[in-house]
């Protein structure tokens, strides 16, 4: 199975940062990796899909990168409603797999 | 508008059974593959099972192979998972997802590229194994 290690676990940051939040594969998965959030209680929400397409309705202040082992979500300024835990995942084989989350605090 | 809802979940005693079900709407449901993931109480996400379109093809974790079957009725526009042999470690809050597709042409590749996410989530229904 592919495992997919994300960095860091948490952290918190202002309104107005750039965060960057890191995924890793365990081997390589092309650009087949998606990128989710996930607020308490609620069901996860795409933001990313390939590695750096948005999803419709995602504002662009979200973005994608990385290819093969790497990948980078980027959220270029952070908003207050941007909390929540992010999840990376990939698509390349089954078993799918989910990264362990990344946990987003503002300020 | 496109909902996921799903039902089916509950108490249930270790070695026990429960059938979950997910009802589509506002989607050709034929047209997708569908998942299944759980997120046990406190922790991250786990994809679970997903079926393709025709319920042809169909993947499972390693944790639940031999005791999930997912399923699909395309004439009632649902998905299905039979859970068996529960454990405690299926406790987790289900949730049914779409899996969209997007084909890409590369002009490196004769072949198209495709890529699969979950694009549309139902809230989930909760089960509980324990005794």
């Known amino acids: 199975d592919i495992q997919m290690t994300q960095s860091p676990s948490s952290l918190s940051a202002s309104v107005g940062d750039r965060v960057t939040i890191t995924c890793r594969a365990s081997?390589?998965?092309?650009?087949?990796l998606n990128w989710y959030q996930q607020k308490s209680g609620k069901a996860p929400k795409l933001l990313i899909y390939?590695?750096?397409s948005l999803q419709s309705g995602v504002p662009s202040r979200f973005s994608g990168s990385g290819s093969g082992t790497d990948f980078t979500l980027t959220i270029s300024s952070l908003q207050p409603e941007d909390f929540g835990t992010f999840y990376c995942?990939?698509?390349?084989?089954?078993?799918?797999?989910f990264g362990q989350g990344t946990k987003v605090e503002i300020k | 508008q496109v909902q996921l809802v799903e039902s089916g979940g509950g108490l249930v005693k270790p070695g026990g059974s429960l059938r979950l079900s997910c009802a589509a709407s506002?989607?050709?449901?034929?047209?997708?593959?569908m998942s299944w993931v759980r997120q046990a109480p406190g922790r991250g996400l786990q994809w679970v099972s997903h079926?393709?379109?025709?319920?042809?093809?169909?993947y499972y974790a390693d944790s639940v192979k031999g005791r999930f079957t997912i399923s699909r009725d395309n004439a009632k526009n649902s998905l299905y998972l039979q859970m068996n042999s529960l454990r405690a470690e299926d406790t987790a809050v289900y949730y049914c997802?779409?899996?969209?597709?997007?084909?890409?042409?590369?002009?490196?590749?004769?072949?198209?590229?495709?890529?699969?996410?979950?694009?549309?989530w139902g809230k989930g229904t909760t089960v509980t194994v324990s005794s």
């Open positions: 997802a779409r899996v969209g597709l997007t084909t890409y042409y590369y002009d490196s590749s004769p072949a198209p590229y495709y890529y699969y996410y979950m694009d549309v």
């Open positions: 506002g989607i050709t449901f034929s047209d997708y593959y």
């Open positions: 079926i393709s379109s025709s319920g042809t093809t169909i």
């Open positions: 081997q390589s998965i092309s650009n087949n």
């Open positions: 390939a590695a750096s």
């Open positions: 995942q990939q698509s390349y084989s089954s078993p799918w797999t």
